[in-house]
């Protein structure tokens, strides 16, 4: 079920004139406005003031924790207090680029900026609304100018706030920052997929607004299209979907579960090496899949998979690349596909998940999809040399949508995200398909209650 409003989201480097077109955008469309940079401004201040060191560890945490960060009227609230001017600064600014890039900071925050924009109606802006905050937003920014251009507008901005600052210097200041969101590890500033890129540079504030509602208003008469596919995917999966036909019946149910477009983590059971192209089969959205490292030191093969979206995970411990791969894919609006048991089991078999897959639900914010393969492990089980006729059943079922709880421990929250993705399988093969989705999540999952 598409939102009553859209979600837009404006993303871009400091200076490219998001604040202001973000604000008046949102006053023009009687949105909510979101400041995302606001909202990190309001914590790296109350970080500032407190004293608390700016590192990961217990007494960032403890500081965290209670702390209140809400928006209203265009105005940011620490605890209560309006704090609109004071996070204005240069010093606070400093402090903010160097707190944004804690996990504790940003998991604090992202949900804080997602809960206000699950029902639409919003105007999202800051560096990640497009890519982690609101991935399936349906109208997406990403405002750029030139390094000048940038400068010159803050050195304006500053003087008339009375602290005059030479150019070089916010020239500098701005490289610096952009050298900082653009590499940091965690939401690194980047063009989302499907932005509608706008360089400013030359244009007034009144004409940016005027783009940015045309486009909207161009939206609204002809919504984006659905996930593009590569030839060779589409090619393959024809073929494939043909062979699998013949040879396990195979049956698609629930497929109008998987949502068109935006980022759809898929978790599935596994007893057969069939299972991935089996579920690519099924899907009607292209894939990508994680799969063992070791398949791709087999030379040809190996190019084959690449080329079919197949990415390396190590299983021995944790990877942080194939991690990294995994959260680039669903920033991108993109389908993943995981199996979270990490290695095949026998057919009917449901085996507890590795926190890896409640750890991507939780921080991606992505439509959870579970899925249940019913017949692969009888058509090609472990230890077989080939596959024999069976038939094969592959069900996607309603999407999940998890958030992480405030001040929970987040090991925990990612192993109860992981456990109810796995009871959602079990759900689905014990056959209780609860109805027909229209591929948006019935409800978000706050993980992490205790209790549970
Ligand atoms: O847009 P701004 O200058 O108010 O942002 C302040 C800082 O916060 C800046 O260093 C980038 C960072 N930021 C972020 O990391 N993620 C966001 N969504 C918004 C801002």
Redesign the pocket.
């Known amino acids: 079920m598409a939102r009553k409003h859209p979600v837009i989201t404006i ?1 871009g480097p ?2 490219a004139g ?2 202001t077109a973000a604000r008046m955008l949102a006053e023009r469309l009687s949105y909510t406005l979101i ?7 309001a914590l ?1 201040l109350s970080v500032m003031r407190s004293g608390v060191p700016v590192r990961e560890g217990a007494e960032l945490r403890a500081h965290l924790a209670p702390l209140s960060i809400t928006v209203a009227a265009g105005r940011v609230y620490l605890d209560g207090e309006d704090v609109t001017e004071p ?1 204005r600064s240069r010093e606070v ?1 400093q402090v ?2 160097d707190v ?2 804690l996990p504790s900071v ?1 998991a604090k ?1 992202t949900p804080l ?1 997602r809960r206000p924009a699950a029902e639409g109606g919003v105007v ?6 497009g890519t ?2 609101c991935p399936d937003a349906e109208v997406k920014f990403f405002l750029t100018a030139s390094l000048e251009a940038r400068a010159q507008r803050r050195q304006a901005e500053l003087a008339a706030a009375g602290t005059p600052v030479a150019l070089d210097a916010i020239t500098s200041e701005l490289a610096t ?1 952009d050298r ?2 653009e590499t ?1 590890e965690l ?1 690194p ?1 980047r063009r989302p997929e499907g932005a509608i890129e706008l360089d400013t540079s030359g244009l007034t504030v009144d004409q940016v607004v005027e783009r940015l509602l045309a486009a909207i208003e161009h939206h609204k008469s002809a919504p984006a299209p659905a996930a593009r596919w590569s030839r060779f995917y589409a090619a393959m999966r024809i073929l494939a979907v043909a062979v699998m036909r013949l040879m396990f019946r195979l049956e698609a149910l629930g497929s109008e579960n998987v949502p068109e477009r935006g980022p759809v983590l898929m978790v599935a059971n596994h007893s057969s090496l069939l299972d991935p192209p089996l579920i690519g089969g099924a899907s009607d959205r292209q894939l990508t899949y994680l799969a063992k490292a070791e398949l791709f030191e087999i030379p040809l093969f190996s190019r084959l998979i690449r080329a079919l979206n197949a990415r390396p995970v190590r299983r021995e411990g944790a990877d942080p690349s194939a991690l990294r791969t995994a959260r680039r894919v669903l920033e991108e609006g993109g389908a993943l596909l995981v199996f979270p048991e990490g290695t095949r089991g026998e057919e009917g078999d449901i085996r507890p998940a590795k926190p890896g897959a409640g750890l991507l639900a939780v921080s991606s914010g992505a439509a959870v999809v579970p899925v249940y393969v019913r017949g692969s492990g009888r058509a090609w089980p472990k230890g077989r040399r080939f596959p024999r006729s069976a038939k094969v059943t592959v069900t996607f079922g309603k999407p999940l949508r998890f958030e992480a709880e405030r001040g929970a421990d987040r090991k925990a929250q990612y192993e109860i995200a992981s456990r109810e993705m796995m009871d959602a399988i079990s759900r689905l093969r014990d056959g209780m398909i609860a109805g027909t989705g229209q591929g948006r999540p019935e409800s978000v999952r706050v993980v992490g209650r205790s209790g549970k």
Do not use: H, N, W
């Open positions: 993303d400091a200076g998001k604040s400041p995302t940079g606001a909202m990190y401004r790296a996070i600014a903010t680029s944004t890039t940003r925050v900026q999202l802006e800051g560096r990640d609304t982690v905050v920052r900082q969101d940091r939401a500033l």
